[in-house]
């Protein structure tokens, strides 16, 4: 978020306590500029704001960070965006999200790019995007925020049960479609007969 701002990269790392906000405005290819407001939410306040039931209404995209030398915060953030998922399933209030791979000057994690890359085929969302702060590489990260919350049906993670919902509506959709074709057919035989037998 400091480099969203325009504040310098720091040695130093202080842990985000409370939620913080940024906003600024992204220019997109052709000269369109977007204003962009970020809201950083610590990895403990995810569950307080699923808590709510519309709580994710008026998220245009969420995105994880995580650090890509640390395993562990590759699984808690993996945790979290399943969280979000599910909700957003829940409630139907789904929300594209993203996945940003920090401090990508640092080794990954063994095991790291097999890993991000199942996820993100299973959920259908794009792999993991490789940002570094200390080399100032941010990877058109804040382009592609936008980016995916101009076009949301691209970035939507869905999960297992999600799936296994979405194949079950659609296959007692076409059962209701067969049984109504099949009652409009016989509908149909049954007014025949009766207009036959009446002339």
Not at 5 to 15: I, V
Not at 31 to 55: N, P, Q
């Amino acid at each position: 978020m400091n480099s969203f701002l325009g504040r310098p990269y720091l040695d130093s790392y202080s842990p985000t306590a409370d939620e913080q906000y940024a906003v600024n405005v992204v220019e997109l290819p052709g000269g369109i500029k977007k204003t962009l407001f970020l809201l950083e939410i610590h990895e403990d306040g995810v569950s307080k704001l699923l808590s709510s039931k519309e709580s994710l209404a008026p998220c245009d995209i969420a995105v994880f960070v995580y650090d890509s030398s640390d395993e562990s915060s590759w699984k808690r953030a993996t945790e979290l965006l399943m969280d979000v998922a599910g909700d957003g399933e829940d409630t139907s209030y789904e929300v594209p999200c993203l996945i940003v791979a920090a401090k990508d000057d640092l080794d990954s994690f063994p095991m790291a790019i097999q890993n991000s890359t199942r996820v993100s085929q299973d959920m259908g969302i794009e792999a993991p995007i490789p940002i570094s702060s200390k080399l100032s590489d941010f990877n058109n990260i804040f382009r592609r925020i936008v980016n995916a919350a101009e076009h949301p049906h691209l970035s939507i993670p869905e999960t297992e049960a999600g799936r296994s919902r979405k194949q079950y509506h659609r296959l007692i959709n076409r059962s209701l479609m067969v049984v109504s074709a099949i009652v409009g057919f016989a509908a149909y035989h049954v007014y025949a007969a009766r207009k036959n037998a009446s002339s």
